[in-house]
C-alpha cells in the first residue's frame, strides 16, 4: 500500500519532472574533481556516447566521497585516483575489479615570490620540508580526497605532522581542488594541486608552478565496476561496456590526444 | 416558526442564563421572552451585557447553564439556520461586493440563475447597485455595514440580530441602516438590536430591554420604558442619556 | 582579481547572446523549483490552514516546530534526501538520486515548511477576525479552512513567492542529490560552485547576475500584489 502508493508519487514526480528515461540508457560514474574540472570527460564521453547510444551521468566529488557513494551503490562505475583506497574497495567487496586507466601527476604551486625558495626543484618531500621551516601559508585540501592523500603521503616522507599548524600556516579548506586553488590564489599560499586542474583553472593570480617531475608526484587513476551483488540496481552491463571502451584502444587514444595549453594532461596506462 | 395567523416571527425565550468569570456574574437572566411584533432593542450601558445576550440569543456562546429556547424548543442548528447577526464592525470576506452576496446564497445550494436575481434585488434594496464588482473591503463603513446587513438577509431569517451596527456611522449613513432594519422588520424579520443610543431606541424600538451590570432591569413597551421607567438604573441611564 | 571588469562584461555578452547551455541550465532550475514551490504549496497551506483553526493537545509545540524547521540547513536536507534515496536508503529501487525529481523532493522538503509555517501565520491572524462572522453563518470550522485560504490569497501568495525564492537560490541540497551532472541535473547555483572551483568566474558571474535579475523579479511581483492588495482594501491587519 504504502510502496504502491510512493511508486505512483516518483511516477508522477518523474512525468512532471521529465526524467522518464529507456532502460539502462545511461550509467553514473562517480568520479573526481580534476577529471571533470579539466575538461577531459567532456572530451573523450561524446565518443563512446555516440558509440554506444549509453549516456554518462558523471558525478564529480572527491576521491573519498566518490568511494562512499559508490559503496552506497550510487553509482556504476568508479573513476578515482587513490590506489590504496581503491584496492580497499575491492577487497571489500564493494568493487569487481581494479583497471588502471591512465595516469597525470601533481605539481606544487606557489606564489611568484616563492618565499620558501623551493623553486626549480624537482624534490616533493625537500620542498615540503622547506615549506613547513619557513611557515609559509600552505592550503590543503583537508577533505579525504585523493589529492589529499597524496599531500599527507609526502609530508609523512618529510616526517612532519603540518595538521599540528593547522589554522596558522597550515590551512585546511575541506573543500574541493578548484576551491583550494582560490583560497591559495587569494592569500598567496603554497598548495599541491593536480596538473590537469592547475592548467584548466582560470584564477590563478600570481601563483605559478614551482616543483614538479618528482616520480613520487605520479598520480594514477583506475576504473571499477560497483559490484552487482551488492546492490542489484547497478547497471552492471552498460558499466562494463564503459569500462572496456576507456582501457580499450579507443578509449586510450581519446585520453592520450586530449590537450590543454598546448600539454597533453592524461597519460593513458591500462594494461 | 412564524406564526401563519398573525404573522408574528417565533418567540423567542431565555431560562436562568448565567455567564460568569473570575466569580463576577457577566450575565445573570432568570427568564425574558421577545414575542412581540416589532423591534426589540436591547439597551444599556458599556459593560451592561448586551452583546453577550445578544450572542446567546444566536448560539454563538453557550452560557455556563440556563436556555435560549425558540418556540419552546432548545435552540437548535435548524434555528440558528435562519438567524441572521451584522457586528458592530462588519466582517466582509475579501472579496467583490457580489461575492459577498453569493457566498451565503450559495451555501444554500440555491441555483446560479436565481442567485443573481437575488443579488441584484438585494443590492438595490442596500442601494448598492453598481458596486457588486467592487472590493467590498473598498466600501466605505455605511456601504460596508449595509453589504453586511444584506448578507444576513440573504440567509432569509426569521430573527436578525444587530449588535450596535450604527455606532461607527454618523447620521446620515445611520439612517439609511435605520430604515433598512425597519423594512426587514415590517416584512415580519424579528429585529433584536443592541444600542447604547436613546434616540435611536425611540425611533425604532416596539419594545426595550434595559441592561445593566449583566442583568435585565426591565423590559416593556418602548414608549412606557422611556417615559416613565420603573426602575432606577433606567431613570439614571435615561438621564445620563438625555444630558449627553 | 586582475580583469574582473572584463570578465564580468563576458558574463554580460553570454546573457545578451542568449547562450544555449546558459538558458537550459536558467529553464532547469526554474522547472525544478517551481514544482518544488507547487508541490510545497499542496502540502503546506492546507497543513498550515488546519494548524491556524484547530485546537488540539501539543498544537502549540508543533507550531514552533514548524517555525523551526523554516531554517532547516540545505546541506542537512540534502544528507536527509540523499541517505534516503541512495541505493542502500529505503527508496533506493525507485532511482531516483540524481535526477531532478530528487532535486525536486529536496526542495520540497526545504520550502513546504516556510509555506506551511507563513500560511499558519496568515490564515490564523484571518480566522480570528472571522470567527465570530463564519460560525453566524453557519460555516463549520473545517469547511471554514478553504474560505481562509481563498480570503489570505495575496498574502499566500507572498509565502509562496518566499519559499521560491528559498529554492531556486539554494545549493547545499540540490548539489548533494542532484550530483550536478551535465545536461541532467545541473542547475544555476550549482553551475555557480562548480565555474567558481574551476576559477571561472564569467560564467559564474552571468548566472549570478540571473539569479540576481530573478530574485528581483519575484520581489517586484511580491510589492506589485502588496500593493494591489493595500489599494483594494484586501490586506487584512
Not at chain 1, 504502491?4 to 526524467?19: D, E, K, N, Q
Not at chain 2, 451565503?104 to 445550494?109: C, D, G, I, N, P
Not at chain 3, 536508503?89 to 525507485?94: A, D, E, F, I, R
Request: with cysteine; net charge neutral; glycine share 10%.
Amino acid at each position: 500500500m504504502i510502496r504502491g502508493f510512493i511508486g505512483a508519487l516518483s511516477v508522477t514526480l518523474g512525468l512532471m519532472a521529465g526524467t522518464a528515461s529507456a532502460e539502462e540508457a545511461f550509467i553514473v560514474v562517480q568520479s573526481t574533481t580534476s577529471t571533470q574540472n579539466s575538461g577531459l570527460l567532456d572530451y573523450i564521453l561524446p565518443g563512446f556516447e555516440a558509440e554506444t547510444g549509453i549516456d554518462v551521468r558523471v558525478v564529480a566529488v572527491g576521491t573519498g566521497q566518490a568511494i562512499r557513494n559508490a559503496v552506497n551503490g550510487d553509482g556504476d562505475v568508479l573513476l578515482v585516483h587513490s590506489k590504496a583506497a581503491e584496492e580497499q574497495f575491492v577487497a571489500d567487496g564493494w568493487g569487481v575489479e581494479r583497471f588502471d586507466v591512465m595516469y597525470n601527476d601533481f605539481v606544487l604551486v606557489g606564489p611568484q615570490s616563492d618565499p620558501a625558495g623551493v623553486k626549480g626543484g624537482s624534490d616533493i618531500v625537500a620542498a615540503l620540508t622547506a615549506v613547513a621551516g619557513s611557515e609559509v601559508p600552505f592550503a590543503s585540501r583537508g577533505d579525504d580526497s585523493g589529492t589529499h592523500k597524496a599531500e599527507m603521503r609526502h609530508w609523512n616522507a618529510a616526517g612532519i605532522d603540518p595538521t599540528g599548524a593547522s589554522g596558522t600556516w597550515y590551512r585546511e579548506t575541506g573543500s574541493g581542488m578548484g576551491a583550494t586553488l582560490n583560497v591559495a590564489s587569494g592569500m598567496g599560499a603554497y598548495v599541491l594541486t593536480d596538473r590537469a586542474t592547475w592548467l584548466s583553472f582560470g584564477n590563478r593570480g600570481d601563483l605559478e608552478v614551482l616543483v614538479e617531475g618528482d616520480p613520487r608526484l605520479f598520480n594514477q587513476y583506475g576504473v571499477i565496476l560497483v559490484n552487482p551483488e551488492k546492490h542489484t540496481g547497478v547497471r552492471a552491463a552498460a558499466g562494463q561496456r564503459f569500462i572496456d571502451w576507456l582501457t580499450g584502444p579507443d578509449g586510450q587514444a581519446a585520453i592520450e590526444s586530449y590537450m590543454l595549453d598546448g600539454q597533453q594532461l592524461f597519460f593513458p596506462n591500462a594494461k | 416558526m412564524r406564526d401563519v395567523l398573525t404573522g408574528i416571527p417565533g418567540t423567542l425565550e431565555v431560562r436562568d442564563l448565567a455567564i460568569a468569570r473570575k466569580g463576577k456574574a457577566l450575565l445573570d437572566v432568570p427568564y425574558l421572552c421577545l414575542d412581540g411584533p416589532g423591534p426589540t432593542l436591547i439597551l444599556g450601558p458599556n459593560g451592561a451585557g448586551k452583546s453577550l445576550l445578544l450572542r446567546c440569543l444566536h448560539g454563538l456562546i453557550s452560557p455556563d447553564h440556563g436556555r435560549v429556547c425558540q418556540d419552546g424548543i432548545v435552540l437548535n442548528a435548524d434555528h440558528k439556520a435562519r438567524q441572521g447577526m451584522v457586528f458592530q464592525s462588519p466582517v466582509l470576506l475579501r472579496r467583490s461586493v457580489a461575492a459577498n452576496l453569493d457566498f451565503v446564497l450559495k451555501r444554500q445550494s440555491i441555483p446560479r440563475a436565481m442567485r443573481k436575481q437575488r443579488i441584484a434585488a438585494l443590492l438595490s434594496e442596500g442601494g448598492l447597485e453598481g458596486k457588486a464588482r467592487q472590493s467590498a473591503r473598498s466600501l466605505s463603513g455605511g456601504e460596508a455595514q449595509r453589504l453586511a446587513i444584506l448578507r444576513a438577509l440573504a440567509l432569509e431569517p426569521e430573527t436578525l440580530f444587530l449588535d450596535e451596527p450604527t455606532s461607527a456611522l454618523d447620521p446620515g449613513a445611520t439612517q439609511v441602516i435605520e430604515r433598512m432594519v425597519l423594512r426587514a422588520s415590517a416584512k415580519g424579520v424579528r429585529i433584536v438590536m443592541v444600542t447604547h443610543d436613546i434616540g435611536q431606541a425611540r425611533r425604532l424600538a416596539s419594545d426595550i430591554v434595559m441592561m445593566q451590570a449583566g442583568r435585565v432591569v426591565e423590559h416593556g413597551a418602548a414608549g412606557q420604558v422611556l417615559d416613565a421607567p420603573e426602575s432606577a438604573e433606567s431613570r439614571r441611564y435615561l438621564a445620563g442619556g438625555l444630558v449627553t | 582579481m586582475q580583469g574582473f571588469a572584463s570578465e564580468f562584461n563576458q558574463a554580460l555578452s553570454l546573457i545578451l547572446q542568449g547562450d544555449a547551455e546558459l538558458w537550459a541550465i536558467v529553464l532547469l532550475s526554474l522547472r525544478v523549483s517551481l514544482f518544488a514551490v507547487l508541490i510545497s504549496a499542496a502540502i503546506g497551506m492546507p497543513v498550515g490552514a488546519a494548524l491556524a483553526v484547530a485546537r488540539f493537545p501539543g498544537r502549540r509545540m508543533l507550531i514552533i516546530l514548524l517555525n523551526a524547521l523554516m531554517g532547516l540547513p540545505p546541506v542537512v536536507v540534502g544528507l536527509l534526501v540523499y541517505l534516503m534515496l541512495s541505493r542502500s536508503g529505503p527508496l533506493g529501487v525507485l532511482e531516483l538520486l540524481y535526477t531532478p525529481t530528487a532535486m525536486i523532493i529536496a526542495q520540497v522538503v526545504l520550502v513546504t515548511p516556510i509555506v506551511a509555517a507563513l500560511t499558519r501565520q496568515v490564515v490564523e491572524m484571518l480566522a480570528e477576525e472571522y470567527a465570530e462572522q463564519l460560525r453566524s453563518l453557519g460555516v463549520s470550522q473545517m469547511a471554514s479552512v478553504p474560505v481562509l485560504l481563498w480570503d489570505a490569497r495575496l498574502a499566500l501568495m507572498t509565502a509562496l513567492l518566499a519559499g521560491f525564492g528559498r529554492a531556486i537560490a539554494e545549493v547545499g541540497a540540490v548539489i548533494i542529490v542532484g550530483g550536478n551532472i551535465n545536461h541532467v541535473t545541473r542547475v544555476m547555483t550549482t553551475t555557480i560552485a562548480l565555474e567558481t572551483s574551476k576559477g571561472n568566474l564569467a560564467l559564474a558571474l552571468a548566472l549570478g547576475a540571473i539569479l540576481i535579475g530573478i530574485a528581483i523579479a519575484v520581489n517586484a511581483m511580491v510589492s506589485s500584489l502588496t500593493l494591489r492588495a493595500e489599494r483594494e482594501g484586501l490586506r487584512h491587519a
